[in-house]
Structure formats: structure tokens, C-alpha cells
């Protein structure tokens, strides 16, 4: 099978599986994700056939989906080896997305191949900005969060567990990871864009708190 036949392929697995998805983690963010590791792998000369494989696969098996905090990649693995995916990318694949996510800080989520860095800024990317703000809200409504309780402030966290069974608001998840993710971008082509939708999160936020302060400016 050639690669380009195993990325249609992918898209359509993936599609059906994510496609009605609820927590800001469905095919749409997928296929955002996809078109701008795409730009990027181009602007940065990355290996496109891994970086499109891995932003198409990227949350199949993600954790957060899950009811533990390791890095099995068990569907994401199947799929690959039912495609016939050579050994080589099959590896670079399975290494990317086990260690993509942001996890709250607290685990080391380093990539040491551009195709890793190019993945992991596209979907930071879309984690930030006006998408990124709808997409918190969504995951928060998933869980059941309130939207803002100024009692509640955003937490530190030491490790995954705690980061997995907070009961934080959502707009502390602003300052847990959100702002926090401009500075973090591996490419120079990530960090231009992310300037935007950093200062766009940043102007929300002043007129949230600017709305729920109504009272005291009139």
C-alpha cells in the first residue's frame, strides 16, 4: 500500500471514530490539526508522510479518554499494523503520540525529532486562540465544570493523577496550561503564529473578568 493510500485510509478511521466526539477532541479538531502540522512540516522540512500520520492518530488513544494515566497506544498500534505500515515509521508514529500531550506540566513531553515538534505545535495551536477558547469550554461542559468560581484558584499540580481528577473551573485552565503554551512551541513557524491567538486569549480574558465585574464599573 502506498503512503499515499494509507493516509485516506487513516482519515477515514480516524473520521469514524472521533467524529461525533463531545469534548473539543472530535474529527474537526483532527483535521485542523492535520492542515496546519501539514504547513508547518513544509515550512520547517519535516518528513510529511509522519508528521500527517501522526496529527491524523494523535488523540485515538488519548488519556484523557481513559480510566488510567499511562501511554498505551493500543487501537492507534492495530490500526497501524493493519495497514501494513513499515516497522521504521510505525515506531516514529507510536513515539510521537505517546508523548505529545501537555499533561498538565507535569510529565516530560520533549520532542526530539522535527516531525515530533511540528505534530506537537499543531496541536498546541489549536488548543489556543478563538478555537482554543471554544474548545475549554467544551471539554469543560464534558466534565461537568462550572465556567468561573473566583474562590477557586488554578492549581499547581505535582502530578498526573491530580491533574486527571481536578474539579477545577475552566477558566483556571487558562493559567494551568493555555497561556502557558505560546512559550512553548518547538518551531519558529509555530511561534509566529501562536503570538496572535495568545494576545486573542489574553483580550478575552480582560473582558470576562470585565463582564463579571459589572457592578463595580457603573
Not at 498538565?104 to 478563538?130: C, M, N, Y
Request: hydrophobic share 35%; with cysteine; aromatic share 12%.
Amino acid at each position: 500500500m502506498d503512503k499515499d493510500l494509507m493516509i485516506e485510509k487513516t482519515k477515514l478511521f480516524v473520521k469514524d471514530k472521533l467524529e461525533y466526539e463531545g469534548s473539543g477532541h472530535d474529527w474537526f479538531h483532527i483535521e485542523r490539526v492535520y492542515n496546519l502540522a501539514k504547513y508547518i512540516a513544509q515550512k520547517e522540512n519535516a518528513d510529511s508522510f509522519i508528521v500527517e500520520m501522526s496529527s491524523l492518530l494523535h488523540d485515538i488513544d488519548d488519556w484523557k479518554f481513559s480510566n488510567s494515566n499511562d501511554t498505551k497506544t493500543t487501537v492507534t498500534e492495530n490500526f497501524l499494523k493493519s495497514i501494513n505500515i513499515d516497522d521504521d515509521s510505525f515506531k516514529k508514529i507510536i513515539k510521537i503520540i505517546q508523548t505529545i500531550s501537555f499533561k498538565g506540566g507535569v510529565v516530560d513531553s520533549t520532542q526530539h525529532t522535527i516531525e515530533g515538534k511540528v505534530v506537537q505545535d499543531a496541536d498546541r495551536l489549536d488548543a489556543i486562540g478563538a478555537i482554543g477558547i471554544a474548545r475549554t469550554f467544551t471539554y469543560g461542559g464534558s466534565k461537568s465544570r462550572v465556567i468561573y468560581d473566583p474562590n477557586l484558584k488554578p492549581i499547581d499540580f505535582k502530578s498526573l493523577n491530580e491533574v486527571k481528577n481536578s474539579q477545577n473551573h475552566t477558566i483556571n485552565h487558562f493559567y494551568e496550561k493555555l497561556l502557558k503554551l505560546k512559550d512553548l512551541m518547538n518551531t519558529n513557524t509555530a511561534k509566529e503564529i501562536a503570538q496572535k491567538r495568545h494576545k486573542f486569549m489574553e483580550d478575552f480574558l480582560n473582558e470576562f473578568y470585565s463582564e463579571c465585574n459589572f457592578n463595580e464599573q457603573y
